[in-house]
């Protein structure tokens, strides 16, 4: 079965770094894209970065461009997000999500909640 485990969330201040990761499991990594979603307290879900398969390919969302960078170890079935220059507005619980195809998204892991604050 498919399992998702995000870690590396935490609070941290404005201005600051994290880096979250994803062990991903019971699939084969290296032949899916893969996917950030977060969602803010109060607020809906927003996509925030996609990688194809090999990790040629990224893509992040205007809000986090220049900030954030994805990219995935396909060796360690591992995908990665580095944050920085961090804002209040990117507190949030962030998921890593498995492509499911066809415009789609598969399955969720459980979310790694990031709080930057003062």
């Known amino acids: 079965d498919v399992q998702l485990v995000e870690s590396g969330g935490g609070l941290v201040q404005p201005g600051g770094s994290l880096r979250l990761s994803c062990a991903a499991s019971?699939?084969?990594?290296?032949?899916?894209?893969m996917f950030w979603v977060r969602r803010a307290p109060g607020k809906g879900l927003e996509w925030v970065s996609t990688?194809?398969?090999?990790?040629?390919?990224?893509r992040v969302a205007d809000s986090v461009k220049g900030r954030f960078t994805i990219s995935r170890d396909n060796a360690k079935n591992t995908l990665h997000l580095q944050m920085t220059s961090l804002k209040a507005d990117d507190t949030a619980v962030y998921y890593c999500?498995?492509?499911?195809?066809?415009?789609?998204?598969?399955?969720w892991g459980q979310g790694t909640q990031v709080t930057v604050s003062s």
């Open positions: 019971g699939f084969g990594f290296s032949n899916f894209w």
């Open positions: 990688i194809n398969i090999d990790g040629g390919y990224q």
């Open positions: 999500v498995r492509d499911g195809g066809w415009g789609l998204f598969g399955d």
